[in-house]
């Protein structure tokens, strides 16, 4: 459960709903378990390889640039072998 409250973006016109934010207050005991929770299963994920390494999204040390630089590397071998990509 969480308290949610709305926030105004600085220098918006109050009268619109877009010019308003969502926060979310939530217990320090519901944050607690949240990170105890993400780290077995991150342990759990990680230790029984269930994630393929294509998948880079969400994942420490991991960025969308890894993931555009793995896609133009495989598109440039894939120029030079002369398939079609």
């Known amino acids: 459960m969480a308290n949610i409250i709305v926030l105004r973006?600085?220098?918006?016109y109050p009268k619109f709903p877009q010019s308003y934010r969502p926060v979310s207050l939530l217990s320090s005991l519901g944050k607690v378990f949240e990170k105890m929770l993400q780290r077995r299963i991150k342990e759990h994920y990680e230790g029984n390889n269930i994630i393929?390494?294509?998948?880079?999204?969400f994942r420490?040390?991991?960025?969308?640039?890894?993931?555009?630089?793995?896609?133009?590397?495989?598109?440039?071998?894939?120029n030079n072998n002369k398939f079609y990509t």
């Open 9 to 12: 973006k600085p220098g918006k």
């Open 52 to 57: 393929p390494p294509e998948q880079l999204g």
């Open 60 to 78: 420490e040390n991991h960025s969308t640039v890894h993931q555009l630089l793995r896609v133009t590397d495989t598109i440039t071998e894939a």
